[in-house]
């Protein structure tokens, strides 16, 4: 597979997919973190004197344009960032962005509209695809975050194009496919949130390579009741039970160190000030929920982590938007960067966890993908990378 670096870009058009989709209040962006992220592939084609057209999606408009979901915050942001203007065309493709394209000179960012706007996009629509491919010489795709999708801008424009990945795309693929492929053993996957239905596919993957598996969040509940503990009015998928069962016998047979809460934070409410208490997980009584794992817990899943050689957290281990319910989720992120081996985060709201309490600085990495990076870890082939390796 070519990289970036291998190909020669001065003067050339470059098409660049990012995923700038920032979480956004009013207008304003709370994280730029997506945005920040993409500063290596852009500057280095800026450096060469490439002509750098950035495509990317905002949010979920559904085919049609929507003020709200317009990049014109992201482009004001990517301009303080670069310490250069980036101009933002109110289009992806058509008249006004090819004469757009055509004004540019070397080292120029022109950022394009939401692609988003355009049902095509989703739709991976030949045209489309076409349309956005003729405007460039090469496509750089760098949006490891919407990889998973196999979209006009992710996917279909490839077939137009020279291919590469770019710099973030690569750092993701290198950083979460060392840790699942070639771990620094003992390898440790600290799995959390709400639904095990959610992580079924990363668990049974994961399973198959970790030293240790520690199960914590929402999710644990289910585990809980296939162990035939009482669990009160704790979330639990009654389907998923047995399947829970199943991945206990699992890990047993393959000699995985599965971890489940021994003490858990239970409330009678779910409310950020709901009086609370700490028991033991077989003493949760009828009308009492689990929103945390215990202190015991916490001190238990801390040790492995810190010991690790490789660890992988994906999702919290209670309702840490409420700060009583937090400590189980800061413990671990505490513990993460006490680890002196590699420890990346693999997206979602862990990501918001270790910013929380500080420690973002000391990961190995965070990576910049949601369900990108779930897909990535349950084995799957990512149609955005797969694009660039048939190349
Ligand atoms: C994400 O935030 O996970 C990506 O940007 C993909 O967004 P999507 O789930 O709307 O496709």
Excluded at 187 to 193: N, P, R, S, T
Excluded at 280 to 309: F, H, Q, S
Excluded at 318 to 334: H, I, L, N, P
Aim: aromatic share 4%; glycine share 10%; hydrophobic share 45%.
């Amino acid at each position: 597979k070519i990289s970036l670096r291998d190909i020669d870009v001065r003067g050339k058009r470059v098409l660049v997919r990012e995923d700038l989709n920032v979480p956004l209040k009013k207008g304003v962006i709370t994280d730029d973190t997506r945005i920040r992220m993409t500063l290596p592939t852009l500057q280095y084609l800026i450096e060469r004197g490439a002509r750098v057209i950035v495509a990317s999606h905002l949010g979920r408009p559904k085919g049609q344009p929507v003020d709200e979901f317009r990049l014109t915050p992201v482009a004001q942001r990517l301009a303080e960032l670069l310490g250069k203007p980036v101009t933002k065309v109110d289009d992806s493709i058509g008249p006004q962005v090819e004469a757009a394209v055509a004004s540019m000179q070397e080292g120029d960012l022109l950022l394009l509209e939401n692609v988003r706007f355009y049902k095509e996009e989703e739709k991976n629509d030949k045209a489309y695809a076409k349309a956005l491919a003729g405007l460039a010489d090469i496509y750089v795709n760098d949006a490891f975050g919407t990889a998973h999708r196999a979209h006009a801008s992710t996917a279909g424009v490839a077939e137009h194009l020279p291919a590469v990945a770019g710099f973030l795309m690569e750092k993701e693929l290198a950083m979460l496919g060392k840790a699942v492929t070639q771990p620094e053993r003992p390898f440790v996957a600290v799995i959390g949130g709400a639904k095990v239905s959610d992580k079924i596919g990363v668990i049974e993957n994961l399973l198959a390579k970790v030293d240790s598996l520690i199960i914590g969040g929402g999710m644990a509940n289910t585990f809980l009741r296939a162990l035939g503990y009482e669990t009160g009015t704790s979330l639990v998928e009654t389907d998923k039970v047995d399947l829970a069962g199943e991945l206990i016998l699992r890990a047993k047979a393959q000699k995985v160190n599965l971890l489940l809460p021994t003490d858990v934070v239970v409330t009678q409410a779910f409310e950020a000030s709901a009086p609370q208490r700490t028991v033991p997980v077989n003493a949760i009584e009828p009308g009492w929920m689990a929103l945390d794992i215990g202190p015991e817990t916490a001190r238990l899943y801390a040790n492995v982590v810190k010991e690790a050689a490789t660890v992988l957290w994906n999702g919290p281990m209670g309702v840490f938007e409420f700060d009583e319910f937090a400590k189980g989720t800061e413990a671990v992120a505490r513990a993460m960067a006490e680890c002196r081996g590699i420890t990346v985060i693999g997206g979602g709201d862990s990501v918001a966890a270790v910013n929380k309490v500080g420690v973002a600085e000391r990961m190995s990495h965070i990576s910049t993908g949601g369900g990108a990076s779930l897909e990535f870890l349950e084995g799957k082939t990512l149609p955005g990378v797969a694009v660039l390796r048939d190349k």
